[in-house]
C-alpha cells in the first residue's frame, strides 16, 4: 500500500509539473496587452519575462523585434524556461542579456543596429572579474553577426551548441563546467564603427572543466592576424584566475595570430587536453600553454603554423606532458610581413626547462627542422589528399599511416568520428585512413 502511495505520489507531482508549464507565442503584428496565445499573440519579447516561468516555452514567429530582451526569471535544472524561434534564424533580434539562470535560448538571428551604444549578441555574464555568471543556460542554433562586442557569453554550466558567428569582434566566452560544441565562428572584425582598431578573439574560456568540440573558426584574413595577438582557444589567468581540466578536440581551425596560447602566469592551470585537431596558417606559433602542467598534444595536423607548433617554454610546462602522433606540415607556407618562416615542427627550451622534455614520440615533420627528441619522429612528406583546397586527410601510402603510437583510450576517433585504429596502428594527425 505505500509503495502504491508513493508511485501515484510521483506521478501526480509529473502531473502537475506539466500542468504548470506553459506555452506563450509573440509575433511582430500582435500585442502586449493580449493572452501570448497562438491565436493572440504578444508584440515584444520581453513581455513574457514577468510571466514566463520554469518549463514554460516562448514561441517567436518570424519578424524582426527591435529590443534587446532582459530576462530577469529563471527555470530549473530540469525544466528550463525556452525562448525560441519558431522557424530557424527567421526571428531577428537586438540580442538577449539573461540575468536568471537555467535560461535556453534557440534559433535566432542576432545582430545591432549602428546606432545603439551596447553591442553584445548573448550574454549570460562571466564568473570571475564581473562575477556575474549565470547558470545552465543552452545557447544554440542562433545566427549572431556583426556585432562589435562578444557573440556570445555564456556563464556557467552552459552549452554553446550549433551556432554561427559572423563579422564579430570576439567570438564566444565561456566559464566552469561548459560546452562549445559544432559551432562556426567566420571573420573577426579588427575595426570599430568609430573606425578604432580592435582586438578580436575568437573563443576565451576561464574555470574548469571545459570543452570544445567539433568547432570551425576561419575567415579571418592573415593580414589582419599579423597585427594582433589572437588565439582559436585562449585564457589569460593573471587576469581572470587559473584553469584546469579543459579538452580541446576535433576542432577545425583556419587563421589566427597563434592557435592557442594560454597564459599560466599564476603557476596554478594545470591539465590542458588537444587532440584531433586541424590548425591552419598562424603567424607566430602553434600551442604554447604556459606555465600550465598536464599539457596533453595528441593526433593533431598544424598546417604552416608560425615558427613553431608545438613549444615547451618552461620546466612547469613539460611536467607530465605529452606529444604524440601529431602531425606538422608546411605547405606552400608565406610567412606575413617580417614574422618567423617556419623553424622547428617541436620545441623544447632546454636551458629553461632543465633539461627535461615532454614524454614525445611519432610525430611527422615536413619543411621543418626535427630536433631529434624521439628516434620514433619522422622526417617525410606526408602525402595528403588535396591540400589545394584544404584536405589534408592521409592518401594511401603516406607515410603517416599505421605509424603511430598506439593510444588506447586517449583518442578512440579520429577528428571526423571513425573509429581509431583502422590498420595495424594508429594513423598519425587529426585523420584515420579508411580502410
Avoid at 170 to 195: H, K, M, P, Q
Wanted: glycine fraction near 8%; charged fraction near 20%.
Amino acid at each position: 500500500m505505500k509503495r502504491t502511495l508513493f508511485l501515484t505520489a510521483i506521478i501526480l507531482n509529473i502531473a502537475v509539473s506539466a500542468v504548470f508549464s506553459a506555452e506563450y507565442f509573440v509575433a511582430s503584428n500582435g500585442s502586449d496587452s493580449s493572452a501570448g496565445t497562438k491565436e493572440a499573440p504578444w508584440k515584444t519579447i520581453s513581455n513574457a519575462d514577468d510571466k514566463v516561468k520554469a518549463g514554460d516555452i516562448v514561441n517567436v514567429l518570424p519578424g524582426v523585434y527591435e529590443e534587446q530582451i532582459k530576462i530577469k526569471a529563471s527555470g530549473e535544472k530540469e525544466k528550463l524556461i525556452t525562448f525560441q524561434a519558431v522557424e530557424s534564424r527567421k526571428a531577428k533580434t537586438q540580442g538577449f542579456n539573461i540575468l536568471g539562470d537555467y535560461i535556453r535560448i534557440k534559433g535566432f538571428e542576432v545582430t545591432w543596429n549602428k546606432a545603439n551604444e551596447t553591442d553584445m549578441g548573448i550574454y549570460a555574464g562571466t564568473a570571475h572579474r564581473a562575477k556575474t555568471a549565470r547558470k545552465g543556460c543552452e545557447i544554440l542554433d542562433n545566427y549572431i553577426h556583426d556585432i562589435e562586442e562578444y557573440g556570445i557569453v555564456a556563464g556557467t554550466y552552459a552549452k554553446v551548441i550549433g551556432n554561427k558567428l559572423k563579422n564579430v569582434r570576439a567570438g564566444i566566452y565561456v566559464n566552469s563546467f561548459s560546452l562549445i560544441e559544432n559551432n562556426e565562428i567566420d571573420n573577426l572584425v579588427s575595426t570599430g564603427r568609430n573606425g578604432q582598431n580592435i582586438k578580436g578573439k575568437y573563443t576565451f574560456f576561464i574555470g574548469e572543466n571545459i570543452t570544445f568540440r567539433g568547432n570551425y573558426l576561419h575567415g579571418t584574413p592573415m593580414e589582419t592576424m599579423a597585427a594582433q595577438g589572437v588565439c582559436f582557444f585562449g585564457t589569460w589567468d593573471q587576469a581572470e584566475g587559473p584553469s584546469s581540466n579543459i579538452l580541446i578536440e576535433n576542432n577545425r581551425c583556419f587563421n589566427s595570430t597563434h592557435a592557442s596560447e594560454p597564459e599560466g602566469s599564476r603557476k596554478k592551470s594545470h591539465h590542458i587536453t588537444y587532440r584531433n585537431n586541424l590548425f591552419v596558417n598562424t603567424v607566430y606559433v602553434g600551442l604554447l600553454p604556459k606555465d600550465w602542467t598536464e599539457v596533453t598534444i595528441v593526433n593533431n595536423t598544424f598546417i604552416n603554423c608560425g615558427a613553431y607548433p608545438i613549444w615547451f617554454q618552461t620546466a612547469r610546462q613539460v611536467q607530465n606532458a605529452v606529444v604524440k602522433n601529431n602531425l606538422i606540415s608546411y605547405y606552400n607556407h608565406k610567412p606575413i610581413g617580417k614574422n618567423p618562416p617556419a623553424e622547428s615542427g617541436i620545441c623544447v627550451w632546454l636551458n629553461k626547462t632543465e633539461d627535461k622534455i615532454p614524454d614525445i614520440s611519432n610525430n611527422l615533420m615536413w619543411n621543418c627542422k626535427n630536433r631529434n627528441y624521439s628516434p620514433s619522429d619522422i622526417t617525410a612528406e606526408p602525402v595528403f589528399v588535396d591540400p589545394d583546397n584544404n584536405d589534408f586527410r592521409l592518401k594511401a601510402g603516406s607515410p603517416g599511416i599505421d605509424a603511430g603510437a598506439d593510444l588506447k583510450e586517449l583518442v578512440p576517433t579520429d577528428l571526423e568520428g571513425t573509429k581509431r585504429p583502422q590498420g595495424k596502428g594508429y594513423d598519425i594527425g587529426a585523420y584515420e585512413l579508411i580502410k
